[in-house]
């Protein structure tokens, strides 16, 4: 009888061991921080230079489109608009009005 109780104790202690975790570590996961388009357009602003931000405000407004489908639609019409544009300043004052709206 002492010897089944051992055996249940032995393995009962093993598997909460084993259960708790022996190892100490923790798998955390890094999410990183939402696209900011709004900053991304402010860069546009000051500096006119569309050609090196294009893509990932591109990207910046596709990623709101699960939160704020409207707000994403009508800023994904005004990239377009910025887009077109090929003077600075006109990029400039595009941009900044994009980034009100925000």
Known sequence: MSRLFHSISLFLLVGCL????????????VV?????A???LQQIATNGNLKAVKKR????????REAKPQKAEELMADFKQL??????AAIKAKAQEMADKL
């Open 18 to 29: 084993l259960g708790c975790g022996l190892s100490g570590e923790e798998s955390v996961r």
């Open 32 to 36: 990183p921080p939402p696209p900011d």
């Open 38 to 40: 709004k900053e991304t």
């Open 57 to 64: 405000l591109y990207e910046e407004i596709e990623g709101m």
């Open 83 to 88: 887009a077109a544009e090929k003077d600075a």
